[in-house]
């Protein structure tokens, strides 16, 4: 199973002294190949079941940025040839990791769909440690007309603090900070 084998191979690299920011690249473009336009829309399906229950006055706008942010990425990870510098932090690499294998175990007791887990680990590492960018895109729509922003170079989520008690969330690893309301 393609998933397995990623959080094998991640695994691996994170009991090394050192990882270097274009080896998790091309572990994470190597695994991203295997992501076909087919498993693209199941994971938009998923996407759209699971906003079913969102606001209609955010519905609609959140799953157009969120869902061509999903094929905006895989594409960008594809065609990512930087050299990149340096090395990434592997106390919050090892943490990431655990959150995500937590995940996919949890998601995969509701879904048979693995790839719309790999398409998810791809997108959140890929932001998180190659792009030091959200893992939610700017101007991604949240209840009460608030929108993840950057401004200054930094990026601020209006829901961020209200997501730091689940041990779940993606906002536990994602970089930006708690927009002021």
């Known amino acids: 199973m393609i998933i397995i084998n990623i959080f094998n191979e991640l695994t691996k690299i994170s009991r090394e ?21 087919f498993d693209e829309m ?33 594409k960008e990870i594809l065609n990512d040839n930087v050299n990149y510098k340096g090395n990434i932090d592997i106390v919050k690499f090892q943490n990431s990791l655990n959150l995500l294998k937590n995940q996919f175990i949890q998601y995969k007791d509701s879904s048979n769909n693995s790839k719309y887990s790999l398409i998810l680990t791809l997108i959140s590492f890929y932001a998180t440690f190659i792009k030091n960018e ?35 969330a993606v906002c536990n690893l994602c970089i930006s900070k708690q927009k002021e309301i």
Do not use: W
């Not at 229950?53 to 990425?73: A, C």
């Not at 170079?153 to 689940?166: A, I, L, M, T």
């Open 17 to 37: 002294p050192e990882i270097k920011i274009t080896e998790l690249r091309d572990i994470l473009k190597k695994y991203a190949k295997t992501v076909s336009v």
């Open 134 to 168: 959200p893992i939610h895109p700017v101007g991604t729509p949240f209840p009460g007309n608030l929108k993840l922003e950057k401004k200054d170079g930094e990026y601020y989520c209006p829901v961020k603090d209200k997501q730091s008690k689940n041990p779940n």
């Open 42 to 74: 199941n994971a938009t399906c998923i996407i759209r079941e699971d906003c079913k229950y969102m606001q209609k006055n955010i519905q609609k706008e959140y799953l157009e940025v969120y869902i061509k942010y999903f094929f905006k990425r895989i």
